[in-house]
């Protein structure tokens, strides 16, 4: 038997099933995952509201990938965060869900030239070492302030976030997003967040 000619064979027809089962789910899970994320801040004391759907915030970023869409988004009030996104991306494998924290900026000056931001972790060894520090590399400018803010560095120590941390600017939508993987924050993960997103506006 030529496993070589039917593996892909086999892999197109995971694609083809799986894939529109990954969107059905998409579309029936994903209010979940934003309610359930709106009653969590509101739990540790963020002002937070559901908004209604196909705001302009739940555009940003869906350009990337075909299978990725707006689940919905969540308001906040008196936070340097002004919205989150709640993001689904299907796949033949299912459905993975990831937060976009939005960050409004209306100066339109530099905005061209920031550049994507990404958190990234120190061991204290290569196989199952604890994290010992935090870096962030990409835009020279906002990674040197984000490197040297040792408050916001010792909470994410704190807090370990699971996955990484993406800042993305979005000079078309006039937003910056900080992307993560869905999760529930703690207060102090959230609070981090918070800072994070008054170091993009700072920065713009």
């Known amino acids: 038997m030529d496993w070589d000619a039917i593996l892909p064979i086999v892999f197109g027809v995971l694609v083809v099933i799986g894939l529109p089962l990954a969107l059905r789910s998409l579309k029936k899970g994903g209010q979940k995952q934003v309610d359930e994320l709106c009653q969590d801040l509101q739990g540790i004391g963020v002002k937070a509201s ?22 919905g988004t969540i308001k906040l009030t008196e936070r ?28 339109s000056i530099g905005r061209q030239n920031k550049k994507k931001t990404k958190m990234t972790r120190k061991k204290s060894s290569a196989l199952r070492g604890t994290v010992i520090d935090i870096e962030w590399k ?36 006039e937003y910056a997003r900080i992307r993560t993987t869905y999760f529930l924050p703690t207060l102090d993960l959230f609070e981090a967040m918070d800072i994070i997103a008054k170091h993009i506006k700072s920065w713009y």
Not at 58 to 70: E, M, P, V
Not at 145 to 170: C, M, T
Request: hydrophobic letters at 35%; proline letters at 3%; aromatic letters at 12%.
């Open 50 to 71: 559901v908004l209604q759907r196909d705001t302009s915030q739940g555009k940003l970023g869906q350009r990337r990938s075909w299978g990725q869409k707006s689940a």
């Open 80 to 107: 340097n965060i002004d919205s989150i996104n709640v993001i689904g991306v299907a796949s033949q494998y299912g459905v993975h869900y990831f937060l976009d924290y939005l960050v409004r900026n209306y100066n």
């Open 138 to 173: 990409g835009d020279d400018s906002l990674a040197q302030k984000l490197n040297f803010d040792y408050q916001l560095k010792y909470k994410l120590l704190q807090a370990a976030p699971k996955g990484s941390i993406e800042i993305f600017p979005e000079p078309k939508y």
